[in-house]
């Protein structure tokens, strides 16, 4: 029902029938609202209770989700931190097994490239002493494959500074076998001897021992 009345806001409260009832006024609007007492004796309008109630709920989903929120940056936070130990755990490994590579690598490639400087200086021995056979050549064909294959995987492992050793050295022994296999033909180029190739092949052995040191610090080890 309508009244006119002032639009102000205004409420009474009415008993009817044996009840009470809240009336409010609100912008012409005439509400006529049940009032019934609560467990300890107040009195609450319909509309006050539901406030109540959604209140009351607003809390316990504020409540239930400021645990879940928590619990959730928890558990991200030990992810987290999960994932930075196993990445520093791989990173370790990596360092690891990469340190172990190499050492392997510059040990194989070290004996090789003395073996093959060996097997030149024992080639130009059996060149000045008697004639040269097929094991002679079998045997020094064989010290080069081997040092071959070594310095190849070195290529692919070995940093700049090892590689560079590793490298003169590759070039001098190949320099110095081509030397020989000409000698051994007789067929040298324009200076070549048997002393001069004797003294390049001795200078083989100052290679070898730069390319040792630069391999040593490497690894960590002290050169020498």
């Known amino acids: 029902m309508h009244a ?24 012409h609007d005439v509400r006529v609202l049940p009032v019934w007492r ?9 509309y006050g209770g539901m406030r109540v109630e959604i209140g ?15 619990a959730l940056l928890t558990q991200r936070g030990s992810e987290r931190a999960k994932r930075r130990e ?4 791989r990173g370790h490994e990596e360092v690891r097994e990469s340190l172990t590579l190499r050492r392997g690598c510059y040990a194989t490639l070290n004996r090789d490239a003395r073996q093959f400087t060996t097997a030149l200086n024992r080639h130009l021995h059996v060149m000045r002493d008697r004639g040269v056979e097929d094991a002679d050549r079998d ?6 494959s081997a040092h071959r294959d ?8 070995a940093p700049d500074a090892v590689l560079e050793r590793a490298s003169a050295v590759n070039r001098a022994l190949n320099a110095v076998y081509g030397q020989v296999k000409r000698l051994e033909r007789e067929a040298p180029e324009a200076g070549e001897t048997m002393a001069t190739v004797s003294r390049a092949q001795h200078d083989l052995w100052e ?4 390319m040792r040191a630069a391999m040593r610090a490497d690894v960590g080890v002290s050169s020498g």
């Open 56 to 70: 009351a709920m607003v809390i316990a989903v504020a409540g239930v989700a400021g645990t879940l929120g928590g």
């Open 38 to 46: 609560s467990a300890g004796g107040g009195a609450e309008t319909a």
């Open 86 to 89: 196993i990445e520093l755990v």
């Open 150 to 157: 070594s310095y190849s995987e070195a290529q692919m492992i």
């Open 207 to 210: 290679l070898t021992r730069e």
């Open 4 to 27: 006119a009345v002032h639009p102000s806001p205004r409420e009474a409260g009415v008993r009817g029938g044996g009840s009470r009832y809240d009336v409010r006024i609100e912008h």
């Open 139 to 144: 045997a020094l064909e064989a010290a080069k």
